[in-house]
């Protein structure tokens, strides 16, 4: 069995920074996508960027280009590096690894492409 393990939520003022990990146990995660995805009460779970197995890929969503970057940490964790965090970015964030590398870009986005998911960390960021 697979176990995502997310850290590094919190609160935060406007304009701060926070990192967010994921661990991963169970398997090693070098050749398989792995992503983050969010959720704030009352909305739909949603995607925010997911990277490769190799790192070499990333894919991002729009709201998320320019102030986050993931990046693998080591062969069994991987990271999100959050700056100019806003208000509306307070969700819980999920850590999500897939068990077969997605056959399109396309499918990075799509929650349905990760078989494994973290509990959740939250994050809040206040006006």
């Known amino acids: 069995q697979v176990q995502l393990v997310e850290s590094g939520g919190g609160l935060v003022q406007a304009g701060g920074s926070l990192r967010l990990s994921c661990a991963a146990s169970?398997?090693?995660?070098?050749?398989?996508?792995m992503a983050w995805f969010r959720q704030a009460p009352g909305t739909e779970r949603e995607f925010v960027a997911a990277?490769?197995?190799?790192?070499?890929?990333t894919h991002y969503a729009d709201f998320a280009k320019g102030r986050y970057t993931i990046f693998r940490e080591s062969a069994h964790t991987m990271a999100l590096q959050m700056n100019s965090l806003k208000p509306e970015d307070t969700a819980a964030y999920y850590c999500?690894?897939?068990?077969?590398?997605?056959?399109?870009?396309?499918?990075?986005?799509?929650?349905?492409?990760?078989?494994?998911w973290g509990q959740g960390t939250q994050v809040t960021v206040s006006s």
């Open positions: 990277i490769s197995g190799s790192g070499r890929v």
């Open positions: 999500a690894a897939a068990a077969v590398p997605p056959l399109s870009d396309a499918r990075y986005y799509t929650d349905n492409a990760y078989h494994y």
């Open positions: 169970g398997r090693t995660f070098t050749l398989y996508a």
